[in-house]
């Protein structure tokens, strides 16, 4: 599989340029601002993207929205409940494809109401609701500390400790991880009550 990490922006923003081979349908995942390396990736590996996919609707993860579009046609991708009115709309659970890649979704909220993971091919974009070593913050518009404790002490600590964590900021000791080195060593995925991951968000 291709798979280009580009980190750009002033908050150190990771967008993924993903595809089963050079010069193969494929995607971009959270364009950020600054999108010249990120178009170049797509160039110099020919890849013809049908989709830009959206973990949450922050500035920092569809700035590059436009400019990947009107390079490449691609439709944008995002789950239905946020304010952007993506092209194709998602769901928890649903399912999609960029030729023969495909891409399971899950509902995240907490970050964002809109919060997704991308699941696909051994990994998973985890936009702002994993990073390496910590998660999102729930104290910005839209946050919701009893969600995300769902949606990270239910779903990710669920998920196969396989899967290689692409997560949206270049915030963690190294670039990428693992659900299972997260889950033995990120402190937020330790398994806490409702009423202790509260006071633990407020500490």
Same mark, same amino acid.
């Given at each position: ?6 980190? #750009? /922006?002033?908050?150190?923003? @990771?967008?993924?340029? !993903? =595809?089963?081979?050079?010069? %193969?349908? +494929?995607?971009?995942?959270? $364009? *950020?601002? +600054? ?18 996919? #959206? ?8 700035? /590059? #929205? ?11 991708? =995002?789950?239905? *409940? ?7 709309? !998602?769901?928890?659970?649903?399912? @999609? ?24 091919? +051994? ?9 390496? /070593? ?7 518009? /839209? %946050? ?22 692409? $997560? ?8 990428? *991880?693992?659900? +299972?080195?997260?889950?033995?060593? #990120? ?14 968000? =407020?500490?």
């Amino acid at each position: 599989m291709l798979l280009d990490q580009v980190q #750009n /922006g002033p908050l150190l923003n @990771f967008t993924y340029v !993903v =595809a089963e081979r050079d010069g %193969g349908p +494929g995607v971009v995942i959270d $364009p *950020s601002y +600054g999108t010249d390396e990120v178009l170049a990736a797509i160039d110099a590996r020919r890849v013809k993207v049908a989709y830009i996919l #959206n973990t949450h609707s922050h500035a920092d993860h569809t700035a /590059g #929205n436009r400019a990947v579009r009107e390079r490449t046609g691609a439709k944008i991708v =995002a789950h239905r *409940s946020t304010p952007e009115a993506p092209d194709l709309p !998602v769901d928890d659970g649903g399912t @999609f494809r960029a030729g023969p890649l495909e891409i399971r979704v899950v509902h995240v909220p907490g970050h964002t109401p809109d919060s997704v993971l991308y699941i696909f091919s +051994g990994h998973v974009a985890t936009g702002d609701t994993l990073f390496v /070593g910590e998660v999102g913050r729930t104290d910005l518009p /839209g %946050g919701d500390p009893r969600a995300f404790h769902d949606s990270l002490l239910r779903k990710v600590v669920a998920l196969d400790d396989a899967l290689v964590v692409l $997560p949206g900021h270049d915030y963690g000791p190294t670039p990428t *991880s693992t659900i +299972g080195r997260e889950k033995r060593e #990120n402190y937020a995925l330790q398994p806490r009550t409702v009423d202790e991951f509260l006071r633990f968000l =407020a500490e």
